[in-house]
């Protein structure tokens, strides 16, 4: 056989931007330091019987104070870029009014110890993390305008350093888990009219901010959204099963990321709907359409889809079996095609100029071993399989430009606690001690290389 033993090119291209990711509410702490106030992940997590444990994100990782620590971590990954997010109510304690300057200090000493270690930040201005004192939360069409009016000045402040501004993180999780499901804070159960009252309320936020960043912005700014977008994978690679991914992720995504890239609510959302259809305003979609200068993915978990002519839509989703493979959290299977096919179906519904992954990787039954190890090689597996996704991705031609990590080190997996742990650094959370994982070291090697190993 000629060409036995003749490697493939599985390189990323040559200024491909490799990161990690955390969140504000996930790794600080000191929620009661330097004037911040109370959002409603506190009012939540000291609820009992809302997290697993009684857990809360009181000490989390500590990283209030231990951000040198933290960065130091990142440096000796090799990586170019990193994502965080700003709470909210360190900066404006009541949401809104006047701001509190120490609040912004600490994420001003962060920001300077991350370009000082040669690291660009990628700042997310909202993961969850909502002042409690905005009264009614995302259900008061005033946040929105909170949000906007927070965001801007967000930018005006740091746009002298950051480069990339992430409006909202996963517009799923904080409308319908909080508001719908009820398993995230506030903890609602709204009925339909509610819950898409509060999901326009959600895109119309990340509009409002995107413009307010641009507005108060300096320089050569780029503002984009994190989403969770719910990917369908063909089942097959045909072009019928490829049309049927297509309509089904531009369909059931209908009030957020469809809503953000055409700027309207598409007709089968809004007949589907019907007298539960959310008030709009004039103006609104427009705002919500405001052009984006990337669009950044979270992916993890699939669902297979395929054409199905027996039923109006023509497309089917395939259930996942009790015996589907999926990581430590019972939500999140695995199937690494939805990297490829995610990039792929984004690009050609709406053709971003850039898009990121703004968060992938996977919760695992992180254990050290007698000699403090944790040979986590489940992660690794994941990791791999998803990465051969995305490289197939950047192969085939489409415009992903960087890949963010979930996460850099454990953390407060919301109403997980600290039962899930999705780092690549152990974290004891009796001793804040951080411990790289195997997959560290082969992240780490992935970067150096820039292809798969
Ligand atoms: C994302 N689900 O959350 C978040 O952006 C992170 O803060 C989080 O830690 C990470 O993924 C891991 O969970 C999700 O139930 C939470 O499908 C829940 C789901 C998806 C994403």
């Given at each position: ?9 599985r ?72 994502r ?20 912004l200090?600490?994420?001003n ?20 993390d ?52 009820g ?15 509060v ?16 507005a108060h912005?300096?320089g ?38 469809t ?13 589907a ?22 669009v ?19 497309w ?16 999140l ?42 040979d ?36 407060f997996?919301?109403a ?14 009796k ?6 994982k195997l997959?560290?070291q082969?992240?780490?090697e ?8």
């Amino acid at each position: 056989n000629a060409i036995a033993g003749t490697p493939i090119d599985r390189s990323f291209p040559k200024d491909f931007r490799w990161g990690c990711a955390t969140a504000s509410y996930q790794i600080e702490g000191a929620v009661n330091e330097d004037g911040r106030g109370a959002s409603i992940w506190d009012t939540f997590s000291h609820t009992p019987g809302k997290v697993a444990n009684g857990d809360t994100g009181d000490v989390a990782c500590d990283s209030y104070h231990r951000y040198r620590e933290d960065i130091a971590l990142l440096k000796n990954l090799g990586v170019g870029v990193y994502r965080m997010s700003i709470a909210w109510s360190r900066i404006f304690p009541d949401g809104r009014g006047q701001p509190n300057q120490k609040g912004l200090d600490y994420y001003n000493r962060v920001i300077d110890a991350l370009l000082a270690a040669g690291i660009q930040p990628y700042v997310t201005l909202f993961h969850w993390d909502l002042p409690q004192a905005l009264p009614g939360g995302w259900q008061n069409r005033d946040t929105a305008h909170a949000f906007a009016d927070y965001a801007g000045y967000m930018a005006g402040k740091l746009s002298d350093r950051v480069r990339h501004f992430i409006t909202v993180n996963e517009l799923r999780c904080f409308t319908d888990l909080s508001y719908q499901v009820g398993i995230h804070a506030p903890g609602l159960k709204l009925p339909p009219a509610g819950i898409n009252q509060v999901r326009h309320h959600g895109v119309l936020a990340h509009g409002l901010g995107a413009q307010a960043v641009r507005a108060h912005a300096k320089g050569d700014t780029q503002v984009g959204i994190a989403d969770n977008t719910s990917f369908f994978v063909p089942v097959i690679e045909t072009s019928e099963h490829i049309a049927a991914a297509k309509k089904a992720t531009r369909e059931d995504n209908a009030m957020f990321l469809t809503a953000i890239m055409e700027g309207r609510y598409i007709d089968s959302y809004l007949a589907a709907a019907g007298k539960d259809a959310p008030k709009v305003q004039a103006g609104d979609m427009a705002t919500i359409g405001t052009p984006l200068d990337f669009v950044a993915l979270n992916i993890y978990t699939p669902t297979y889809v395929k054409a199905d002519p027996s039923v109006p839509r023509g497309w089917t989703p395939l259930p996942h079996l009790p015996q589907s493979p999926r990581m430590a959290s019972p939500w999140l299977y695995v199937g690494p095609e939805v990297a490829f096919w995610g990039v792929r179906l984004t690009s050609e519904l709406w053709n971003p100029k850039s898009l990121y992954i703004s968060e992938n990787g996977c919760s695992a039954d992180d254990v050290l071993d007698a000699q403090g190890r944790d040979d986590d090689a489940d992660r690794i597996m994941y990791l791999r399989n998803y990465l051969g996704q995305f490289q197939r991705a950047t192969a085939e031609g489409y415009p992903l430009h960087g890949y963010f990590l979930w996460s850099l080190m454990d953390n407060f997996e919301w109403a997980d606690g600290y039962t899930k742990r999705f780092g690549i650094h152990y974290v004891d959370f009796k001793t804040q001690q951080r411990t790289p994982k195997l997959s560290a070291q082969w992240y780490k090697e992935l970067i150096r290389r820039n292809a798969l190993v």
